[in-house]
């Protein structure tokens, strides 16, 4: 009797240390929440204030996806394209097919994408600090950040992406030990390249962003082929339908899509100045997209060829446009015409265009500038170094992808929540140093 008398509250106590410990590395439901509210409250008061209406590409993108809910395919006028990579438009798709095709239906689409990022985020950086400050942090700022509001309204596939990239990498750190996370990791980095093609090395990113700083313990750090082979077996499935169809329509194997020697060509030939140019032939015409595209490749690789120092020069342009364009969320915005260009803020709405543009400048340059501080900073302690790697290599492939091709804001999108969790990273750090003590470290649990 004695001896169960001494056992039973060294068993509750386990117990209630397990309890705890479980309790250290869940992120408190009221985070999320309060993500979820904010976002929500500010994207119904934007679209509300904001009735921005798709031009250009974003008509183009639109009408892709109401001719694929219709029964038509993937086409122009009857004709298949693959012009523009068709992973946006299958998406919007589905859900104009269930819940009818309007402009409204899909803005809300994008309303949603945008605070899934929010959410995304906010639980990636507890789950790889530990912090829930870092994570609240993050959540907030995104779920207010400017370029997210005018992309809640903007028919764009860059929340899409975005979306597809972070649970990319949330897939493996929240079961870093489970093959079936890594193969669905895989199969959202499949649909983030089909959005855009650039992805089609996520895996390889993860690859590198991740087990540098992955948890040693054995159990949860396996051999990194290993990893790889279970992600490009979800990249390769993901992939496989829209390859498969591109081969039987236009009779070779390619890429997602055929815009990428339009691409090297704005980036590259005569009158190239880093930002985008309008290129050669009509790209909403699908005749001969392939010949097209092999001619604009050519030509690029002529020009890049005939004076290689002036496409290296190019380079700070492009980088200046993709990330400290402030100027390209408000632009695209404060478009009230359908699929026609017009000059934003020469109508009622312009006193509120001109104070979001200037709003939306200024949160771009010093969310950069802090980014860059916070990296630093963030090298100090374990929880924020890790973080700090992790986020750098996602900014530099896209930095790289830029000075590739050309620059533009839009490529930009996808760095925004990397360079907020960039603070998370830093917030979790200053909370290392002045407690002293590293934070719980939520990747390393089994569960």
Same mark, same amino acid.
């Given at each position: 009797?004695?001896?169960?008398?001494?056992?039973?509250?060294?068993?509750?106590?386990?117990?209630?240390?397990?309890?705890?410990?479980?309790?250290?590395?869940?992120?408190?439901?009221?985070?999320?929440?309060?993500?979820?509210?904010?976002?929500?409250?500010?994207?119904?008061?934007?679209?509300?204030?904001?009735?921005?209406?798709?031009?250009?590409?974003?008509?183009?993108?639109?009408?892709?996806?109401?001719?694929?809910?219709?029964?038509?395919?993937?086409?122009?006028?009857?004709?298949?394209?693959?012009?523009?990579?068709?992973?946006?438009?299958?998406?919007?798709?589905?859900?104009?097919?269930?819940?009818?095709?309007?402009?409204?239906?899909?803005?809300?689409?994008?309303?949603?994408?945008?605070?899934?990022?929010?959410?995304?985020?906010?639980?990636?950086?507890?789950?790889?600090?530990?912090?829930?400050?870092?994570?609240?942090?993050?959540?907030?700022?995104?779920?207010?950040?400017?370029?997210?509001?005018?992309?809640?309204?903007?028919?764009?596939?860059?929340?899409?992406?975005?979306?597809?990239?972070?649970?990319?990498?949330?897939?493996?750190?929240?079961?870093?030990?489970s093959?079936?996370?890594?193969?669905?990791?895989?199969?959202?980095?499949?649909?983030?390249?089909?959005?855009?093609?650039?992805?089609?090395?996520?895996?390889?990113?993860?690859?590198?962003?991740?087990?540098?700083?992955?948890?040693?313990?054995?159990?949860?750090?396996?051999?990194?082929?290993?990893?790889?082979?279970?992600?490009?077996?979800?990249?390769?499935?993901?992939?496989?339908?829209?390859?498969?169809?591109?081969?039987?329509?236009?009779g070779?194997?390619?890429?997602v899509?055929?815009?990428?020697?339009?691409?090297?060509?704005?980036?590259?030939?005569?009158?190239?100045?880093?930002?985008?140019?309008?290129?050669?032939?009509?790209?909403?015409?699908?005749?001969?997209?392939?010949?097209?595209?092999?001619?604009?490749?050519?030509?690029?690789?002529?020009?890049?060829?005939?004076?290689?120092?002036?496409?290296?020069?190019?380079?700070?342009?492009?980088?200046?446009?993709?990330?400290?364009?402030?100027?390209?969320?408000p632009?695209w915005?404060?478009?009230?015409?359908?699929?026609?260009?017009?000059?934003?803020?020469?109508?009622?709405?312009r006193?509120?265009?001109?104070?979001?543009?200037?709003?939306?400048?200024? +949160? $771009? /340059?010093?969310?950069? &500038?802090?980014?860059?501080?916070? #990296?630093?900073? *963030? =090298?100090?302690?374990?929880? %924020?170094?890790?973080?700090?790697?992790?986020?750098?290599?996602?900014?530099a492939?896209?930095?790289?992808?830029?000075?590739?091709?050309?620059?533009?804001?839009?490529?930009?999108? +996808? $760095? /925004?929540?990397?360079? &907020?969790?960039?603070?998370?990273? #830093?917030?979790a *750090? =200053?909370?290392?140093w002045? %407690?002293?003590?590293?934070?719980?470290?939520?990747?390393?649990?089994?569960?």
């Amino acid at each position: 009797m004695l001896i169960r008398q001494i056992k039973q509250p060294c068993a509750d106590s386990r117990h209630n240390r397990r309890v705890s410990d479980r309790d250290e590395t869940r992120l408190p439901a009221w985070i999320p929440l309060m993500v979820v509210i904010l976002a929500a409250g500010a994207r119904i008061a934007w679209l509300n204030a904001v009735p921005t209406q798709p031009t250009t590409d974003f008509a183009w993108y639109f009408e892709r996806a109401i001719g694929l809910s219709q029964g038509e395919g993937y086409a122009v006028n009857g004709v298949a394209t693959a012009y523009w990579p068709a992973g946006y438009p299958y998406v919007l798709s589905l859900v104009l097919t269930a819940f009818g095709a309007s402009v409204e239906v899909a803005r809300n689409l994008n309303a949603i994408l945008t605070t899934l990022i929010a959410l995304i985020a906010c639980s990636l950086t507890f789950r790889i600090t530990g912090s829930k400050l870092g994570a609240a942090l993050v959540g907030v700022a995104l779920a207010i950040h400017p370029t997210m509001l005018a992309y809640s309204g903007i028919l764009a596939s860059e929340p899409l992406f975005a979306v597809a990239t972070l649970l990319s990498i949330w897939m493996i750190v929240r079961a870093t030990r489970s093959r079936f996370a890594w193969f669905a990791s895989g199969l959202m980095a499949g649909l983030a390249t089909m959005v855009r093609p650039q992805a089609v090395l996520q895996p390889f990113l993860n690859l590198i962003g991740l087990w540098p700083v992955a948890p040693n313990s054995s159990r949860n750090k396996p051999k990194p082929w290993v990893f790889l082979i279970g992600s490009l077996v979800g990249l390769s499935i993901a992939l496989a339908p829209i390859t498969m169809r591109n081969k039987n329509l236009f009779g070779e194997f390619f890429l997602v899509s055929t815009n990428g020697g339009d691409n090297l060509w704005i980036g590259h030939t005569e009158g190239a100045d880093g930002r985008y140019r309008t290129p050669p032939g009509k790209p909403d015409t699908p005749m001969n997209e392939l010949a097209n595209d092999k001619r604009t490749k050519s030509e690029a690789m002529i020009a890049i060829q005939a004076d290689p120092s002036r496409s290296l020069a190019l380079i700070p342009a492009k980088l200046q446009a993709t990330f400290l364009s402030g100027t390209d969320a408000p632009y695209w915005a404060f478009q009230f015409t359908y699929d026609k260009l017009e000059t934003p803020g020469m109508d009622t709405r312009r006193e509120l265009f001109l104070a979001f543009k200037q709003i939306n400048i200024g +949160v $771009t /340059i010093g969310l950069l &500038v802090t980014a860059g501080i916070a #990296f630093i900073l *963030s =090298l100090g302690g374990d929880r %924020g170094r890790r973080m700090a790697w992790i986020c750098a290599v996602q900014i530099a492939w896209v930095a790289l992808v830029t000075s590739v091709f050309f620059g533009n804001g839009r490529f930009g999108f +996808v $760095t /925004i929540p990397f360079q &907020v969790m960039l603070l998370g990273g #830093f917030v979790a *750090s =200053l909370q290392e140093w002045i %407690g002293k003590q590293p934070l719980p470290d939520p990747w390393d649990v089994t569960e």
